[in-house]
């Protein structure tokens, strides 16, 4: 099938065909979480949208390397009141609070998420405190190109000197006349000539528990920093994809754009790519309307906004739901109908192991291949493509009922389609096996009652049958006055 | 119950009373893994020795900060030659080899690893290539206090110069004499005033990938350095533990107290661990000897030295049955004996609920409590702390049969100690339920053929009450002409 994948450029603002810088390399950058809390819907959105450009890419033959970053440097500060009161405390290192402590612990749990989902680990996942030297390098560059200016310890980027050469604001539409207009000075932004100019290194506060040495003082790198560094180092100045969520479009992607112009005369992205957000029964999501609901509470149930646990594999599903583009409004019954369709799908696929093939085919099941991959290759439209499966679902069900038969090639054809489509591509698994050691001891249960039902009907031959089964399968029976134990042998 | 852990101090050559220096907290550092190939027995037993201490502090109610970094920095080489037949793969950023893309599969890998041998995730797992600066802190520390000396854009530790105010050798006991007889000029030699001065920071030569700015070259740390500046950034200039394999005493942990007393003038260690070594039927791991076992391998079973596949708690298991200190000699035989034994414990420890209590108790089990922590407290003796288990399950054994009796009370006291020691401590988990997927397709398959037995019976009572059984699981039967088929609700 011809390769016509088309993928919306946010800085074109239309689809334009997929045609990498350098063929079959593609280099994708994602902006990944900043680890001082747990994950919610909004960073499974921005996960799971990427997979699947990962994986289609993939399933297309392109070697892709994805570079998703974890944001470390962030903005604990140490209680020094508190701690001046103890002047053992301030001695002693294992006493203080230890950022990369708390990074480890959110990191450890984002990965957790990140594998419940089925997201598959990106080629390399830098850390923004990894890589300082080379964010230092790069505030460098642009400095020694005119774009910066060091002012009492802390480097700005200037906007207004920048907008003369390129155009800032190029991504997200807005206008340096209109933020000049829109803008107040704040507190603290004194050190700054326009209000807008941000931060490309911060000299650390004394509360300021992450701190690094540099030319100008010992501080911390801005925000918009580490993204453009780390992919300039591992995917080159210029690259093809790089992602995000919708809500980092300004100022951070914007502010990376001017950075890579400032530092190195071009730009690094070719496709800008942004995922929707999410809303909750139609609110934006946030912390103080309390409806900030975490994965793991997503797969607990442990939520008051939540009727019951949300496996992962339906939240997933639930995602792909919608086109990632689109806004997703979260609800219990959204959740609970995915779960349904989700379930549908793994039913029929499965079933097609048992379908019985006939001499003819009485339906065209062929034409789905390209009904699935032009949805696919139209932006990554899971919801269309996800409607094909239904469709193609409704033909097997068909067949399973005798109105419609299908050959062997057929349903061969259908099993590796839709397999190809759901697990590879889609990223899905039937997790029903998840449940499967509650389940093994409920079916053990009801064995068990069965075999005592029959021997006090005194029908020793299907108690004795049973025994041989279980031990076929290393499990031994121990009878008792109470009842049979069972054990592995 | 009192605390007296003892631990053996490779540095004093004894056992010694455990004091952490700032109780309640305590720092500890373990050498980890070095990602450019898949774990070994070797790495399992290093992760297995030091995540037994870990849980014991933990258990013993101590704050520990456990340290165990990623070794990053190697020595991956572009081929040059290679290279240089393709100008536009020169210029492609992507088409290069990045040394952190090998790094981050091995290191996934590595992680998944650890959590199938259930070895809980330290505190921070600070990686080498992230902690450049700190290094170049670290070396200029030791150059100011003259105990460095740079050439050609390297740096070099002075051993002689240290020696004369240290004791270079304390940990391993070799003396700088010897050293100086026994060493040979080699090539690449020429810039060290004597061959076992050791790298503090190497300058990279063309072909080396991995490379970044210092004082003195665009290079990268010598491979002792990473310890010594990333324990001393997140543990302090003086902690407790500082833990190894037995191979990396010298020089690598050698050198560690040489560039601790070089910088900071102290030892930076109270107490060096270090586990012993796995031998493989007698003879020593090696890649040439061609009993390299990964530890997929063994989970796989795919290796000719394999009679079969290995669960991870196996080799967990196989591993706690030797003390840390003693060398470890694996076999087949070995490690079946080892699953064998251990799946003996969790059937004691599961038939606990279904041990019928007594008005008395005629067998003392409560002294085994003292037993096993006495076990633990000598230098986390675990071979003898599961002879007190083995000693403990023959007792329940009597019970089960009759031959004694304990009370509710006792039972319960047991099931607890069973429970925190097996699980808690020893971090062993009952992995049965890991095949449950293929298990419940054979109880299912038992369950149905017993059904379609009893319809022809024509006891539909029986047939009924499975569908009823089945039903309360969420399992749908549905039958048809080929006999019954079962799915999810």
């Known amino acids: 099938m ?66 998703r970053n974890i944001t470390d440097v962030g903005h604990l500060e140490n209680d020094t009141d508190e701690l001046g009161e103890d002047k053992i405390a301030k001695k002693a290192r294992l006493e203080k609070l230890e950022p990369m402590e708390v990074v480890q612990y959110y990191a450890n749990r984002y990965h957790m998420n990140m594998e419940q989902l089925n997201v598959l680990p990106p080629s390399i996942e830098p850390t923004a405190s990894g890589h300082i030297i080379e964010q230092i390098a790069y505030v460098k560059e642009i400095l020694s190109n005119g774009y910066g200016y060091e002012k009492e310890g802390s480097v700005y980027f200037d906007v207004v ?58 501080g911390y790198p801005g925000w918009h920093m580490e993204c453009s560094a780390m992919s300039s180092k591992y995917l080159g100045d210029r690259f093809d ?22 530092a190195k005369g071009q730009d690094a992205v070719k496709y800008w790519m942004h995922n929707n957000m999410i809303t ?42 919608a086109h990632y583009r689109s806004t997703l409004d979260f609800s219990n019954d959204a959740l609970k109908a995915a779960e349904k369709g989700m379930n549908k799908l793994f039913e029929i696929y499965n079933s097609l192991d048992r379908l019985k093939a006939s001499a003819k085919s009485s339906v065209d099941v062929r034409k789905y291949e390209q009904l699935c991959y032009d949805a696919l290759n139209d932006d990554f439209n899971t919801p269309i493509l996800l409607a094909h499966l239904f469709d193609l679902s409704r033909v097997i069900n068909q067949i399973n009922s005798g109105k419609e038969t ?40 009801t064995i068990l009652d069965i075999r005592q039902q029959a021997k006090e009907n005194k029908d020793y031959a299907t108690a004795d049958k049973i025994r041989e089964e279980l031990e076929k399968l290393n499990i031994r029976l121990k009878d008792s006055k109470e009842g049979a134990e069972w054990s592995f042998v």
């Not at 919708?246 to 400032?262: G, K, M, R, W």
């Not at 934006?284 to 992962?312: C, Q, V, W």
């Open 161 to 218: 000197k920048y907008n003369k050469d390129y155009n800032y604001g190029k991504l997200s539409g807005r206008k340096v006349e209109d933020l000049l207009e829109n803008t107040r000075k704040l507190a603290g932004q004194e050190d700054k000539r326009n209000s807008f100019d941000f931060a490309l290194w911060k000299k650390a506060e004394p509360k300021h528990i992450m701190r690094w040495p540099s030319p100008w003082s010992e």
């Open 406 to 445: 299908l050959t062997k090639e057929d349903i061969d054809f259908v099993k590796n389609l839709m397999g190809t489509l759901l697990f590879n591509i889609l990223g899905l698994r039937d997790d029903h096996e998840k449940d499967d050691s509650k389940l093994v001891e409920y079916l053990m249960k």
């Open 280 to 321: 909750i029964s139609g609110q934006k999501m946030g912390k103080s309307l309390n409806n900030f609901i975490t994965l793991n509470e997503f797969f607990s149930g442990k939520h008051e906004a939540l009727d019951r646990p949300y496996a992962p594999m339906t939240i997933r599903f639930f995602m792909l739901q």
């Open 2 to 67: 011809e390769n016509q994948l088309q993928i919306y450029n946010t800085l074109t603002r239309k689809k334009e065909i997929f045609e990498p810088i350098n063929p079959p390399h593609v280099g994708m950058y994602v902006c990944g979480p900043t680890v001082y809390g747990d994950a919610h819907l909004g960073h499974a959105r921005a996960a799971i949208t990427f997979d699947i450009v990962f994986r289609y890419l993939l399933h297309l033959g392109y070697k892709v390397r994805y570079v």
């Open 241 to 262: 994809i790089h992602g995000g969520g919708l809500d980092l479009l300004f100022p951070h992607h914007e502010s990376e754009i001017a950075q890579s112009n400032a």
